[in-house]
């Protein structure tokens, strides 16, 4: 019998930690109870998830874990509504649903071959990572071009998984460049705001591919910047978030048009959305 | 499969073939004179000239309180299902029959299935009863379907003077006539003609709106001044959803009471500001201008997109029961529709 | 010229001089419907307008329920932009809409100075459901009015079917104890008496469900709320009901289940009449509005009434009064209260 | 064992027993159940105590609340008139509850499923007698079917 959509697979909280100074983000890694279940759970980075608790609902959070971490799922999520609250108290061990994967991931298909410019600003940060991890897993580094990170946070504290950021700016096979609006003591990378670092970086548009995930007021003015780059529409390639529920489009309300974010999405080309109406 | 009639005097022998199959729900009368769907067994007599059912049907498939999961001292689990066996809808008017084809679109037809609502889909029989008198606010026949539509149901049937005239519509309506044979007469030509005829008369009782271009012209009008008017006027209940054949938006909320109690999906309405609120604040469709649009927009335009499917069968009741008289065909005439 | 008629080009005549000489930005009124029976609002801003302006037997939506939200950008705070000034309203207000303009002004929901109220002296408007009853079998194609405020109804090929005004009127007009508007900068219509002017109908209403056993009171209630959809068109259609965010939709924490459990549709009922006490000026809105036929006045009716008795206050009556609920006396009845 | 085994086990071999949540002012009412413990004097032991503020902290809705989820009587107790810890909240508060109280049994639920009253900070006896007589009637009344919701 096909799988009942709505019943998540049961998995457990291996371990958390906080990611910021702020305290508000907290990552989490799970682990499915069933091996069987571990298998049957194959994304892509660029996918969601709805994580389910028993009396408080489900919410949907992108997966920040390459399907090269095989024996994991990482999220990291911001304390922010019920939901979230309650999942940043729960302990190790506990235990929690997984629905999923959900959602159109990035075009991978297209990224291949290509330069690819990833630009990430604050906790947005989560299936950036996983596209990362992923280019850089030595079975696939080699199916893509350079590949350039920029990532902005409000302060240093605030940036996410910091001890893989140093540890990538140490590798020459990408090109990671880290700003803040505020620098505190012991900063010592760029401060200003992610389109500044952009502009003086000039990535080549020819032959590149641009994923931007960030807050919408970053996201606006980036895409100004990348059209000012020369990147085409269908080359920039944005992430969205919806009030969601059921995550299959069914329940009706992440709709952006006729598109479902939940499905059609969320992964959206600037040139997909131009198309919609502007109801996000 | 060709036309059958059965003796309105038989009625009540093939409703007790059906109840022998199932649970069988007939138009009758209630206490304050309102026709519903009841069930059979407490049924008296079965009304067959009546207006449109205050509610659609849509809740017997889309029940407004569906157990989605059961949670039970840590464990989670799916709900057994329902021990009713087939149930039989008999009189259900065609608009509502052909609303179900919309809901099949969403439900059924994607990636993922709803098995909540394909089971009770799978095991409802709709037996249509062609509308020989339409009132006000229909325009069935102007969205694709009309009084004499079978599409949607299993079988359709026509109340004749002495006859209903019944034509399957589906294998599972042929299964049904075949099963209750002995009751049957193929119909004599007079009595398809008769049939006809009244259909043709209830045809030329609906004023029609066009609609056949709703998507593109939607497509233009997505930033017209009408939209702010409309929001103007809505008073934002839900009614119009509520009581629509084809309106499927549902929430999911956990019921909890210590360790034990479920995850119930409840319909739920465009209409409603918190529909679509984010847990941030932000809220895509801030104002009743949006979310009036949206709920056109969605039935005439992003459904024939997304489905070539109109979500609107013309049955009226938003427009009947709206609270402030709201139409959404004088909205549609305003879009040049 | 009937009395309507005559209303109805004196309502055009004030609402084309309010907005010609700018007195108003918008006009509220009400426009003929699609169908028979019924009016839709309509909110007039060009002078140009004024001849869709309806006054006919079946104005029986009350626009006070608009106030609020037509004030609400103009007293939004908290914001980074300046709130925009609060527009000047013209409205026709009839003897109970006026009621609930007269709460939203005390409650500070509307300010009075903004508004140019055209009261209608109001001889009781029609409910589209009871005369579609009247019909029985026959559908409405038209409807009008004659002389003596009898209503008539076009049905099938041409055919007039009068309906006497007292068989039609709403059933909150039967209890009218204010017909006409007290507060008004323009009154239209001559002054109507009030038919139940003790409110001794509602009374006798409440007393005869009182008189049944508790079992028996709330098996009727239960019976009668086993329709409610929780569409929640009751709120939406009610003056008083203009929270930005109702209790019954918050979802942190979530107070209520969000469906049609009988225990979740009692208390909705439950928290309305009580939110409504000493606050529902009677105009009936919420039982035109529901879908399903309840009878949603029944518990609110009775919390007005023992209001009345207790605190001696009746909603409606004077914007420059204390709300019963916001306010106490040291000698309040409390022979309610548990002893030992 | 755990807590709801505990309850289960309760409901298996025991017979019923009226669950009634109170709700009590934090100044005086809660201080008078304090007192009532530290007095040792005896009451039932069927109450759940829930501290507010305020007797003006309630909205009806907790009440309703607490019947829906299974409480079999509820009692909500404050400051006496001129009492009040802010002055007048337990006089707002008097309105509420007379209009609640009423409703309630307009509808058909039974009066003493919803009680009201004041108790002081002295008051440990009262505070008892007053949990005495509230058990008493709600055990006599039997379970709450009404507004409680099946899950």
């Known amino acids: 019998m096909e799988k009942n959509p709505y019943l998540p697979y049961a998995a457990h909280i291996e371990e958390a930690w906080i990611e910021n100074d702020a305290r508000d983000i907290k990552s989490f890694r799970v682990v499915f109870d069933d091996s069987a279940d571990a298998g049957a759970f194959s994304h892509v980075p660029g996918q969601f998830a709805e994580l389910s608790l028993p009396g408080m609902g489900e919410a949907p959070f992108g997966i920040a874990s390459a399907p090269t971490e095989t024996d994991h799922l990482l999220f990291s999520v911001k304390r922010a509504g019920l939901f979230t609250t309650e999942l940043h108290s729960l302990d190790p061990g506990s235990p929690i649903g997984v629905r999923g994967p959900m959602g159109r991931p990035f075009p991978w298909d297209r990224m291949a071959g290509k330069d690819l410019v990833i630009i990430g600003g604050g906790f947005a940060f989560t299936t950036l990572r996983a596209a990362i991890v992923e280019i850089l897993d030595p079975a ?82 980036t895409i100004v910047s990348l059209l000012n780059l020369g990147f085409d529409e269908e080359d920039i390639i944005l992430s969205l978030e919806m009030r969601m529920k059921c995550g299959i489009g069914m329940c009706g309300r992440c709709n952006i048009g006729s598109k479902y974010v939940c499905k059609d999405g969320p992964v959206f080309s600037r040139g997909e959305l131009r198309a919609l109406p502007v109801e996000y | 499969m060709t036309e059958k009639t059965i003796a309105h005097t038989d009625l009540d022998r093939f409703l007790d073939c059906l109840k022998e199959a199932g649970t069988v729900y007939v138009p009758a009368k209630d206490e304050a004179g309102e026709v519903r769907l009841a069930e059979a067994s407490n049924v008296e007599s079965v009304a067959l000239a009546y207006r449109n059912f205050r509610m659609s049907p849509k809740a017997f498939f889309l029940p407004q309180n569906q157990t989605l999961l059961r949670f039970n001292e840590g464990r989670v689990e799916e709900p057994a299902p329902p021990d009713q066996g087939t149930s039989f809808l008999f009189g ?246 | 010229m009937t009395a309507s008629q005559e209303i109805e080009t004196r309502l055009r005549e004030t609402a084309e001089q309010l907005l010609r000489d700018k007195k108003v930005d918008v006009f509220l009124g009400y426009e003929k419907a699609s169908l028979p029976f019924r009016t839709t609002p309509l909110f007039v801003t060009s002078p140009e307008q004024v001849d869709r302006l309806a006054w006919n037997p079946f104005c029986t939506i009350n626009l006070a329920v608009y106030l609020p939200r037509l004030f609400a950008d103009s007293r939004r705070g908290g914001g980074r932009a300046e709130p925009p000034p609060p527009p000047t309203v013209g409205i026709v207000l009839k003897g109970c809409d006026l009621r609930a303009a007269t709460v939203l002004i005390q409650e500070h929901q509307v300010p009075r100075e903004k508004l140019v109220i055209v009261g209608v002296a109001c001889p009781g408007m029609v409910d589209r459901r009871k005369a579609e009853l009247a019909l029985g079998e026959h559908d409405a194609l038209g409807a009008g009015e004659d002389g003596e405020g009898n209503v008539h109804a076009v049905i099938e090929d041409g055919v007039e079917v009068k309906l006497s005004r007292e068989d039609v009127v709403a059933e909150a007009c039967l209890q009218c104890r204010t017909p006409t508007p007290s507060m008004h900068d323009v009154l239209l219509g001559s002054p109507v008496e009030a038919t139940d002017g003790d409110g001794d109908a509602g009374r006798k209403q409440t007393a005869d469900f009182e008189a049944k056993a508790p079992a028996v009171r709330w098996a009727q209630l239960r019976e009668a709320l086993a329709d409610c959809i929780r569409c929640s068109a009751c709120r939406q259609a009610c003056p008083m009901c203009y929270c930005t965010e109702c209790v019954m939709d918050q979802t942190r924490p979530r107070w209520l289940g969000a469906g049609t459990d009988g225990s979740d549709v ?28 309840i009878d949603t006045r029944l518990l609110v009716r009775k919390m007005n009434q023992e209001v009345e008795d207790l605190y001696g206050y009746r909603p409606g009556d004077a914007t420059d009064t204390t709300s019963p609920l916001s306010d106490f006396s040291m000698d309040d009845p409390q022979d309610f209260l548990t002893e030992p | 064992m755990s807590q709801t085994q505990a309850v289960q086990e309760t409901a298996a071999t025991k017979e019923w027993e009226p669950r009634i949540v109170a709700f009590l002012c934090n100044w005086c009412s809660y201080a008078g159940a304090d007192l009532a413990g530290v007095s040792r004097i005896q009451y039932p032991h069927n109450v759940r105590i829930i501290r507010v503020p305020c007797s003006g902290r309630i909205n009806p809705l907790f009440l309703l609340r607490a019947l829906q989820n299974g409480a079999d009587g509820v009692l909500v107790s404050g400051c006496h008139p001129g009492d009040c810890h802010y002055i007048s909240g337990n006089l707002v508060a008097r309105r509420k509850f007379a209009l609640c109280k009423e409703l309630l049994q307009y509808a058909g639920i039974e009066p003493e499923r919803v009680q009201f009253t004041w108790v002081s900070a002295s008051e440990g006896g009262r505070f008892a007698s007053v949990i005495e007589k509230v058990v008493d009637e709600v055990r006599q009344l039997g379970p709450n079917d009404k507004l409680v919701k099946k899950l």
């Not at chain 1, 620098?183 to 990535?203: F, H, M, R």
């Not at chain 2, 427009?319 to 040049?336: A, Q, S, T, W, Y």
């Not at chain 3, 009692?266 to 036929?293: K, N, V, W």
């Open chain 3, 266 to 293: 009692m208390i909705y009922h439950l928290t309305r009449a009580f939110h409504l006490a000493g606050r529902c000026t009677e105009c009936g809105a919420c039982a035109r509005a529901c879908p399903m036929g």
């Open chain 1, 140 to 221: 696939n580094r080699g199916d893509f071009g350079s590949l350039l990170v920029v990532y902005g946070a409000r302060t240093p504290g605030e940036l996410l998984y910091r001890p893989e950021l140093a540890e990538w700016q140490e590798r020459d096979d990408i090109d990671l460049h880290l700003t803040v609006d505020q620098a505190d003591e012991g900063w010592t990378q760029n401060v200003g705001v992610v389109t500044s670092l952009l502009e003086s970086l000039k990535p080549a548009s020819q032959n590149a591919i641009s994923i931007v995930c960030g807050p919408p007021i970053m996201i606006k003015f």
């Open chain 2, 92 to 337: 259900v008017r065609p608009c509502d029959a052909r609303a179900l084809l919309a809901l099949d679109e969403v439900f059924l037809s994607g990636d993922d299935e709803d098995p909540y609502y394909k089971r009770l889909r799978e095991n409802t029989v709709v037996i249509a009863l062609a509308c020989e008198r339409p009132v006000a606010s229909c325009f069935c026949t102007s969205v694709g379907g009309g009084p004499g539509d079978g599409a949607g149901s299993d079988v359709l049937a026509v109340a004749l003077e002495a006859d209903l005239l019944l034509k399957a519509q589906t294998p599972r309506g042929e299964q049904l006539l075949s099963s209750v044979e002995d009751l049957l007469a193929d119909a004599a030509p007079e009595a398809i003609q008769q049939a006809e005829e009244l259909i043709r008369s209830a045809e030329d009782q609906i004023s029609p709106v066009r609609v056949d271009n709703s998507a593109e012209l939607l497509r233009e009008q997505y930033d017209s001044p009408i939209w702010e008017e409309a929001g103007l006027t809505c008073l934002g209940c839900g009614t119009c959803s509520y009581l629509c054949p084809t309106c499927h938006c549902f929430d999911i909320t956990d019921e909890m009471r210590g360790k034990t109690g479920r995850r119930v999906r409840t319909w739920d309405c465009c209409a409603y500001p918190l529909f679509t609120l984010h847990a941030s604040g932000h809220n895509p469709r801030p104002s009743a201008k949006e979310r009036w649009r949206q709920r056109i927009m969605h039935k005439f335009r992003y459904a024939v997109e997304n489905f070539e499917r109109l979500f609107c069968v013309g049955c009226g009741r938003c427009i009947r029961n709206c609270p402030v008289n709201m139409d959404l065909r004088r909205v549609l005439k305003r879009v040049g529709v």
